[in-house]
């Protein structure tokens, strides 16, 4: 599989309230990290990968984030852009964005960095056939801080998905990155907000259509103040 022929979608939206005050000014992405915007270090490991088309969905103050980064030359890379005049949630940026979209890509949350082979977890969608595989980490490893909100069967498809709850059979946590076929868009509902979390992966649970990639490596949520100090003293070493 080529990697330069994988398409990876940034979700990069949403207002960044607890990180606040930084991202009164600055769209969360674009929070420095050791002097460099946060999302500048996702799109350089993609263009490592040779991952070099680039879709960013982008809302609150996302101007700052294409005025900086511009067409994506100066890494090596093709970025586009689709702006939200509003917050649609993750499911509705990707459906706003839907003519920018391959048959099937990769999806990144904009404030979770993850060091894996991304061309695997695309591979994984394409040969299994289902709709969508959502990457997960075990938090016993190393805990991410980041509560478990993923149950998984024996045949490694998802069976719940439920992000604000405790519940001990919960054992594994989203990490932040997937692989979809644009064909899922169809269940995002009406125009307007739409959540992948709350509203697809349950519907996709319930066609057996959500396949897990369970990953030994950490990743780093920078979404909060501890978070971001965390990964920048990961970035130092």
Same mark, same amino acid.
């Given at each position: 599989?080529? %990697?330069?022929?994988?398409?990876?979608?940034?979700? +990069?939206?949403?207002?960044?309230? *607890?990180?606040?005050?930084?991202?009164?000014?600055?769209?969360?992405?674009?929070?420095?990290?050791?002097? $460099?915007?946060?999302?500048?270090? &996702? @799109?350089? @490991?993609?263009?490592?990968?040779?991952? *070099?088309?680039?879709?960013?969905?982008?809302?609150?103050?996302?101007?700052?984030? &294409?005025?900086?980064?511009?067409?994506?030359?100066?890494?090596?890379?093709?970025?586009?852009?689709?702006?939200?005049?509003?917050?649609?949630?993750?499911?509705?940026?990707?459906?706003? +964005?839907? +003519?920018?979209?391959?048959?099937?890509?990769? $999806? @990144?949350?904009?404030?979770?960095?993850? &060091?894996?082979?991304?061309?695997?977890?695309?591979?994984? @969608?394409?040969?299994?056939?289902?709709?969508?595989?959502?990457?997960?980490?075990?938090? =016993?490893?190393?805990?991410?801080?980041?509560?478990?909100?993923?149950?998984?069967?024996?045949?490694?498809?998802?069976?719940?998905?439920?992000?604000?709850?405790?519940?001990?059979?919960?054992? *594994? $946590?989203?990490?932040?990155?997937? %692989?979809? *076929?644009?064909?899922?868009?169809?269940?995002?509902?009406?125009?307007?907000?739409? =959540?992948?979390?709350?509203?697809?992966?349950?519907?996709?649970?319930?066609?057996? &259509?959500?396949?897990?990639?369970?990953?030994?490596?950490?990743?780093?949520?920078?979404?909060?103040? %501890?978070?971001?100090?965390?990964?920048?003293? $990961?970035?130092?070493?």
């Amino acid at each position: 599989m080529n %990697a330069s022929s994988i398409q990876a979608v940034i979700l +990069a939206g949403g207002l960044g309230t *607890r990180l606040r005050p930084l991202t009164r000014t600055v769209p969360k992405p674009m929070v420095p990290v050791a002097g $460099v915007p946060y999302l500048e270090y &996702q @799109l350089r @490991l993609l263009a490592g990968q040779e991952i *070099r088309d680039i879709v960013i969905l982008a809302g609150y103050l996302g101007d700052q984030i &294409q005025h900086h980064f511009g067409d994506g030359s100066r890494l090596g890379i093709r970025i586009k852009y689709s702006f939200e005049p509003e917050l649609l949630g993750t499911g509705g940026a990707l459906r706003k +964005a839907e +003519a920018l979209l391959e048959d099937a890509f990769l $999806v @990144l949350f904009g404030d979770s960095y993850l &060091q894996i082979d991304y061309k695997d977890v695309f591979k994984r @969608l394409i040969e299994s056939g289902v709709l969508a595989v959502l990457v997960i980490y075990d938090n =016993s490893i190393e805990d991410t801080h980041v509560p478990n909100n993923v149950s998984v069967d024996g045949a490694c498809y998802i069976t719940r998905y439920e992000k604000s709850s405790r519940d001990p059979e919960l054992t *594994r $946590v989203d990490a932040g990155v997937l %692989a979809m *076929r644009r064909s899922v868009l169809k269940f995002c509902g009406c125009p307007g907000a739409f =959540s992948l979390e709350k509203e697809l992966y349950p519907k996709l649970i319930r066609m057996r &259509q959500l396949l897990a990639y369970e990953t030994r490596q950490r990743f780093y949520d920078i979404g909060t103040p %501890a978070g971001l100090k965390l990964f920048e003293q $990961v970035i130092a070493k």
